[in-house]
């Protein structure tokens, strides 16, 4: 079985129907109130949509933490800066559409430049969001966040590690930018799956040791996935493999700081690299890995994502496959990208 | 009401002239910056600095100390000043505005110099910070309190009155504003570029109490920041009047010296009627 033990998945991976379903965003309401649980000066902030960011269970819990800012998405970034001036750890919730979509200059100057520890969840990211359509579906925040000096950028891959990136936000002596999704999602990941911000995990990898001096590659292809979106990167591998393709999945959360290692080492193995993220492909994870590449180990890249439109309405596996990023579209490019080797 | 001494009023009147001549010095040796915005501000600043902050020049991070937000971060070469002045840093440093490697950025920055409580200059998202810090410092039930300094300017901006509706929406009394109402913006007169008036009214409705103030008149600076303490049902807003450029009767009121800086002979003119009182005393400087 080529997926990596070490890092417990559930053991079903491979079997989609089977596979519990909850959205990321879920993950993050359940971290949020773990981490208010265990630090007092988390805060929470909320732009009028309190319950499908899933902050309800933190207003609950702690009302006197809790503070409602009304549809100001700008305001609410400024207000949180002061809050973690004073030495607060807020967490501001919206649409990633909305904040950072909205708020950008207040993030960058009064969260990032000023360098205090604001904690940035975008939710509803993605063309997943669905029927609302594409004023509501955030293709372009990773872009937004990922070159302001400060800021870290996570998407987490499934509900359980939403929780976890949450709860590991707060030990970040910093600004974060947390992205999650509407829609509901496989979780393959446990509880007992590590992660650690900065630290990409190999999930997948159907490559043998080459043999010394052979000047052969374990791999015939790596694929960097982040978001829900790695769960089909895993399927299409698995679907490869069958093929007789040697395929490595890499689970690469932490957008910034990347893990450049194991990024290097992936192109290293494989002599090819297919990024899949539920982004625009330009500006977001895949740039990210292509620049890390360009400097480093240069090989040739396909890029899964959101191609320089904006969404649509439709359901969510609908609009996964009108944009290609279905589980047939990394295929594709998998082998797209091995005419290229 | 509380009362100023004579005394004290002279102080703060040949402090106010002394940060005035530091800003004229500082903006010709930097060669860019905002003039008129700075010398219209001085005597609002000298009456904080010098009488009605609870602060230690010593201790910037004295926890209890009272915090100055300073919104419209353009102006800063008037804060620089009146903190050199007070004992903050050495009043040589504030030949470094605006220079490589300078603590005195062209826009404050807080990470590198202690007192400046905010990064700022983007205009509209300082009143949001102080409701921010006011609200967290409530939670804690601390004492101190906050202060916002804004431009008029900057009541353009959506994001000002997001943060008026959210410090009246929760009745933060601990935060006292006060706008720099001095007409002025970078492309003409404010009621021309966009007009805010009824200014007094628009706080009011948004739940804020609001005073006006001449902001040339220490004791009715000091006087309106009493009368703002013993507000506790609401946060207040001080509509200070100033005048642009105020102290140099050729920068007095003329938007064109909102963003620059004076050469070599008019700062030696505008140093020479500064030091002499506007030709009313001789300057041992002639």
Known sequence: MPINSKVKLVENVLEKAKLEQAPTRKGYGEGLLAAGEANEKVVALCADLTESTQMHLFAKKFPGRFIEMGVAEQNMATVAAGLANYGKIPFISSYAMFSPGRNWEQIRTTICYNEVPVKIAGSHA????????????????????????????????????????????????????????????????????????????????????????????????????????????????????????????????????????????????AGAVVTVEEHQVHGGMGSAVAEVLAKNFPVPMEFV????????????????????MGVSHIKDAVKRVLTRK | MPHLHEEKIKFLEEKANQIRQSIIEMLVEAGSGHTAGPLGMADVFTAFYFHILNHDPKNPFWEERDRLILSNGHICPVRYAAMAHAGYFPLEELKTLRKFGTRLQGHPERERLPGVETTSGPLGSGLGQAAGYAYAARMDKKSFRVYCFMSDGEQDAGNTWEAAMFAGKYKLNNLIALIDRNNIQIDGMTEDIMPLEPLRDKYESFGWHVLEINGHDFEEIVNAVEEAKAIYEKPTVIISHNIPGKGIKEIEFDYKWHGIAPNKEQAAKFLAELRTLGGKIKSEHQ
């Open chain 1, 126 to 269: 993605g063309v997943s969001v669905g029927p609302d359509g594409a004023t509501h579906q955030a293709v372009e925040d990773i872009a937004l966040m990922r070159p302001i000096p400060n800021m870290a950028v996570i998407n987490p891959c499934d509900a359980n590690e939403a929780k976890k990136a949450t709860i590991a936000a707060v030990g970040i002596n910093g600004p974060v930018y947390l992205r999650f999704a509407r829609e509901k999602t496989p979780v393959f990941t446990t509880p007992e799956t590590n992660f650690e911000i900065g630290k990409a995990e190999i999930f997948f990898d159907s490559g043998g040791s080459p043999s010394q001096g052979s000047g052969r590659l374990s791999l015939d292809v790596a694929i960097i996935a982040c978001g829900p979106l790695v769960h089909n990167a895993i399927l299409a591998a698995a679907d490869l493999e069958k093929e007789g393709l040697k395929i490595r999945v890499v689970n690469n959360h932490t957008i910034k700081p990347m893990d450049e290692k194991t990024i290097i080492e992936a192109a290293k193995d």
């Open chain 1, 305 to 324: 994502g959101v191609q320089n439109r904006f969404g649509e309405s439709g359901t969510p596996e609908e609009l996964i496959e009108r944009f290609g």
